[in-house]
């Protein structure tokens, strides 16, 4: 007896199969997830309790983040963690430096996708999901905070504010808002500092634009103190700047009291 196999028929076979096994396309802490307009890494965990969605600093790699203390942070909380992945050297942020590796791209709509991709493939849900950016990263997510409200838990911008000119009103979010910051920060300090044609927007201008636009409440922290007492007395549209007593950097302890429990 002949066998007739048609290539339609393979396709539809490959199809039905590709379809048992995930209805999106595998993706690991080793391996990039698509999107429309990027890609991003993903670190499951069973039982997950909540969603950290980071976003690296200038000439980060999502890889490396899977690679780094926040991954074993993120482990011992039981949280799932997403890396992001810019698409050049930096985020491409409003007044950005353009020089060097520069891609424009529309990061909220990127991060959107992101989002809408991890509620699809492992209905991890957005109100439990916290957007975290260090250096560049907390532009991003300065930014983000002010353009848009994306029904997130938290958003928490870390040694990095909006790029000058900032933003003179921003969108009505109750999203919560957390700015860390060292005051011995030399290479993002509070007021800012140049960098090519532009110039890093100060902290508190910013904070107080976000503030105001939301009808919030400031709380400013001292130097030293506990960073994350601040995240207990978050409520509704609160903007929340922490001080502490560091240089460029931070501890992923200080995003416990953060994320939601």
Partial sequence: MRHVFSLSSAAFALSAMLTLV???????????????????????????KATLIYAHGYKGKASGVMNRRLRAYAEDEGTTLVALQSAGDDWASPNVPTGGNYVP???????????????????????????????????F??????ASDLGLH??????GTVWAPGPDTCTVNTTPFVHI???????????????AETHQGD??????????????????????????????????????????????G????????????
């Fill in 181 to 195: 910051h060292g005051t011995n920060d030399k290479v993002v300090p509070m007021q800012g500092r140049p960098i």
């Fill in 250 to 261: 931070y501890q992923p302890e200080a995003l416990a009291k953060l994320l939601p429990q």
């Fill in 105 to 139: 791209r529309n990061e909220i709509a990127y991060l959107t996708s992101v989002i809408e991709d991890i509620e699809t493939r492992l209905g991890n849900p957005r109100s439990r999901m916290v957007f975290v950016g260090f250096s560049a990263g907390g532009m």
């Fill in 154 to 159: 938290a958003f928490v911008a870390i040694a």
């Fill in 203 to 248: 902290v508190m201008t910013f904070l107080t634009t976000l503030a105001t636009s939301r009808g919030a409440q400031e709380i400013t922290l001292p130097a030293g103190q506990e960073v994350c007492d601040a995240a207990q007395r978050i409520a509704g549209s609160n903007v929340v700047l922490c001080l502490t007593d560091a240089g460029h």
């Fill in 22 to 48: 995930h209805p999106a396309a595998a993706c690991s802490d080793s391996t990039d997830c698509t999107v429309p307009t990027g890609t991003y890494r993903i670190m499951e965990v069973p039982d997950t």
């Fill in 141 to 146: 997510v300065s930014h983000t905070a002010c």
